[in-house]
């Protein structure tokens, strides 16, 4: 077969919307061949009410059956078996997203540059003259562009080669002439230059912020890789850690347990043996007894005389040894005993959690959140606080469920306790406080303070190292009847000349946030700490007459 002739037959085969050889040729009724999937794209697209050939426009009422053309499809498929490949220049032809060269007739190549004083588009072939003739050198060659119509002007159809800055738009030299006369006016070249120079250095600075933000984002890739693996030792240490206390405690309660049973075994022993003892006792007695009552019943008096010292000789060798019966002792006091242990623990895996928690989390909060504004928004964080009586000095008496604390002049029945405030009239809460936390208190009399405080506060004494506020273990705020005033290790801050009677607290532990609120009246801040915050904070009160927390639910 002759090469022209096989290039006819590949034109042939070539679907006419893309241009390729047909894949699943199919025929239309008016007898045009297209590519299943072309065909059916283009009229997907189209979105007529009636169909039509790409070709010939015949329109069909409805869209018809695809039918197969299988003398197509062989040929194709024989030709795919010669080798042939498609004539290169089949792939040069300009698509609808390409630039068409603007000399070419009938079927148009695309366009391999573009011409900004010829203001046209070329193929290889109708470009070559601007690399031969003189004429052509000195024109601009730039990659192929669809808007080359936009370097015209509009008013007198020139090229538009200057550039108004006073207007901050490209003019012609006509232009230049009429309204924009006295003009800041330049080339478009050295607009472009001087556009460009400032182009580079914002693309320069770009560069320099990509650069600096990929330093950051490998950091914080070694970071997320340093916290998922110390993260992953840390769980696996951890879990090792609890395990070897679930074994302890294990093994504790199993040696209780053996120890229980042991004593449990011994004990039984013994009261059986006793019982055995008993019960042996009781037969001789029962013998001894029925041999006594025979005696009696004797009627012939000489037997009865000839038997009494034998029976009254045995009756009293019997000796009436007194069992010395102890009470049976039971388990309850290991009972005690364990649930004691509990207790202890569950304070000790408290205080510790907490810790454990903030330790996890840590004071540095990348995002906190915003204090809330309105009243509320405080109380969606409101927490039910109770006072600790084993933390209350002698002179102060609690009532209402622990959740309110009254100033007395005799001393209450507390017992000792190490927690407890020996020389401060103070006290201290039952609930440590982590997160974000809200509490309302009311007072009346002289005055009292409202605080937090680190549980390892000192207790005895009536140093600096005891009060609330007088250290830094503590945060106090003092409203008396004319004023109120924070202070935290001993330096005072004055609030206001009024003081407040009902004080809302408002607590982000781990944003290091604490607010004091006078909500006698309106929502008004008093005074907003803000620091880090080590440990787990308990609430504190020093009263003059009484204060309590006030339900809010």
Not at 168 to 190: M, N, P
Not at 311 to 323: G, I, N
Request: proline share 3%.
């Amino acid at each position: 077969m002759e090469p022209h002739r096989l290039q006819l037959d590949q034109e042939t085969f070539s679907c006419p919307i893309c241009l390729e050889p047909m894949m699943d040729p199919v025929t239309i009724p008016c007898g045009h061949s297209y590519c299943r999937v072309c065909i059916k794209r283009h009229w997907d697209t189209e979105n007529l009410k009636e169909n039509s050939c790409p070709q010939c426009r015949r329109s069909f009422k409805r869209r018809p059956d695809l039918e197969k053309n299988t003398i197509l499809a062989a040929l194709v498929e024989e030709l795919k078996k010669t080798g042939l490949q498609a004539d290169p220049a089949d792939h040069c032809y300009a698509g609808p997203e390409d630039v068409a060269c603007d000399f070419c007739t009938g079927r148009k190549l695309k366009a391999v540059k573009s011409c900004l004083v010829c203001l046209a588009s070329y193929c290889e072939k109708h470009l070559q003259p601007h690399y031969d003739s003189a004429t052509f050198r000195i024109h601009k060659l730039v990659e192929p562009s669809k808007n080359l119509q936009e370097n015209i002007c509009s008013d007198h159809d020139e090229v538009m080669k200057m550039f108004c800055r006073t207007d901050q738009k490209c003019i012609c030299s006509f232009c230049l002439l009429d309204e924009h006369r006295g003009h800041d006016t330049v080339s478009a070249a050295a607009e472009r230059t001087e556009r460009q120079r400032e182009l580079e250095e914002r693309r320069g600075r770009i560069q320099q912020r990509i650069q600096d933000r990929e330093e950051d984002v490998k950091l914080l890739q070694q970071e997320v890789e340093a916290i998922n693996h110390s993260a992953d030792k840390t769980v696996e240490d951890s879990e090792k850690i609890f395990t070897e206390l679930i074994r302890l405690i294990q093994k504790r309660s199993s040696d209780v347990k053996q120890q229980i049973r042991s004593q449990q075994e011994t004990e039984v022993s013994r009261v059986k043996e006793l019982q055995e003892k008993l019960e042996q006792e009781i037969t001789e007695l029962k013998k001894k007894e029925a041999e006594l009552k025979q005696l009696l019943n004797t009627e012939d008096h000489n037997q009865f005389l000839h038997s009494y010292p034998s029976l009254s000789a045995l009756s009293e060798s019997t000796h009436s040894s007194s069992t010395n019966i102890r009470p049976l002792r039971h388990f309850e006091d290991v009972t005690a005993a364990v649930s004691e242990l509990r207790d202890k623990l569950q304070d000790i895996l408290r205080d510790t959690w907490t810790n454990i928690a903030l330790t996890v989390t840590g004071g540095d909060v990348l995002l906190s959140e915003p204090e809330p504004q309105r009243r509320s928004d405080f109380l969606k964080y409101f927490c039910k606080i109770t006072l600790d009586p084993n933390t209350a000095h002698r002179e102060l008496s609690l009532s209402e469920r622990n959740r309110k604390v009254t100033r007395t002049s005799q001393h209450q029945s507390y017992p000792y306790h190490p927690d407890r405030f020996t020389d401060w009239m103070q006290v201290l809460s039952r609930q440590s406080l982590t997160g974000r936390c809200y509490w309302e208190v009311e007072r009346t009399g002289i005055g009292f303070f409202v605080a937090v405080a680190y549980k390892n506060i000192s207790r005895a004494g009536k140093g600096k190292e005891c009060g609330f506020g007088c250290n830094d273990k503590s945060w106090a705020l003092e409203c008396f009847q004319n004023s109120s005033r924070f202070r935290h290790n001993n330096v005072w801050t004055l609030i206001s000349d009024a003081g407040s009677t009902r004080v809302g607290v408002y607590l982000d532990h781990s944003a290091g946030v604490l607010s004091f609120y006078d909500v006698s009246e309106n929502m008004t801040l008093l005074h907003r700490v803000q620091t880090r915050f080590s440990q787990p904070l308990y609430v504190g009160f020093w009263v003059g007459d009484f204060a309590e927390f006030c339900n809010l639910n």
